[in-house]
């Protein structure tokens, strides 16, 4: 079974649009995150639950929400897709957020592009 | 520039032989981890250090780590061609909150 799973794994998409992308894990971890990484590879942090709470909110534009039903998901919606949107969008979860001590397991990524 | 850079950027290597990828930071770290990243895929973790470790081993990977002058190196022995992928190095600042920062990463090639 997959850890870490992300949905859809590719979406394309015109400016201005809304789209979700959900993630899911299964590895009864607290924490969950979501990165982009961007055409330089560069894997930047967005945002972080703790067992639904938002623990880190980096400068990342409010047109990106981050929503955490359950701590076994957290999914994340943007609004007024623009064109530097487009990125490779990663879903990780941890055991636990003390210290950073803990290793991260990945999804699979969701390549977003916006035409 | 980032906290966590590697160097070199790029590495094209023969099977059989020894990749050494270097990081460096800038502030000082709880941890730092290296993970590595396939073409299309997510990230893998492969290796832990703390801070008030030196080196550590794990099958063919070698870590050392310097917190004098903030780096650390990643070497695989023995390469082989399922080596090939991207390897991150991340940090975690004493003082970053809860935040893992990542490099941009190293590509290695092994060509078989």
């Known amino acids: 079974d997959t850890a870490v799973s992300q949905t859809p794994k590719y979406l394309v998409t015109q400016m201005g649009n809304d789209k979700s992308i959900k993630c899911e894990q299964n590895?009864?971890?607290?924490?969950m995150y979501w990165y982009k990484q961007d055409s330089k590879k560069f894997l930047k942090i967005m945002f972080s639950y703790n067992n639904k709470e938002l623990i880190i909110n980096e400068t990342v534009p409010n047109r990106f929400s981050p929503k955490s039903p359950d701590k076994a998901h957290l999914n994340l919606h943007i609004n007024s897709l623009e064109l530097g949107d487009s990125a490779v969008y990663f879903c990780?979860?941890?055991?636990?957020?003390?210290?950073?001590?803990?290793?991260?397991?990945f999804g699979p990524g969701t390549r977003l592009t916006v035409l | 520039s980032q906290q966590g850079e590697e160097d070199p950027q790029a590495l094209s290597i023969q099977e059989g032989e020894n990749a050494t990828m270097n990081c460096s930071y800038k502030t000082s770290i709880n941890n730092l981890q290296w993970y590595r990243q396939n073409s299309g895929r997510g990230l893998v973790h492969l290796i832990l250090?703390?801070?008030?470790?030196r080196e550590k081993h794990s099958g063919r990977l070698r870590v050392t780590l310097d917190t004098s002058k903030k780096s650390s190196s990643l070497l695989i022995t023995a390469s082989r061609a399922a080596d090939t992928a991207s390897y991150f190095c991340?940090?975690?600042?004493?003082?970053?909150?809860?935040?893992?920062?990542f490099g941009a990463g190293t590509r290695l090639f092994v060509k078989a």
């Open positions: 590895l009864g971890h607290d924490t």
């Open positions: 991340a940090t975690a600042p004493l003082t970053g909150g809860f935040k893992t920062i």
């Open positions: 250090i703390r801070s008030n470790e």
């Open positions: 990780a979860s941890s055991h636990r957020l003390a210290g950073n001590t803990d290793t991260q397991y």
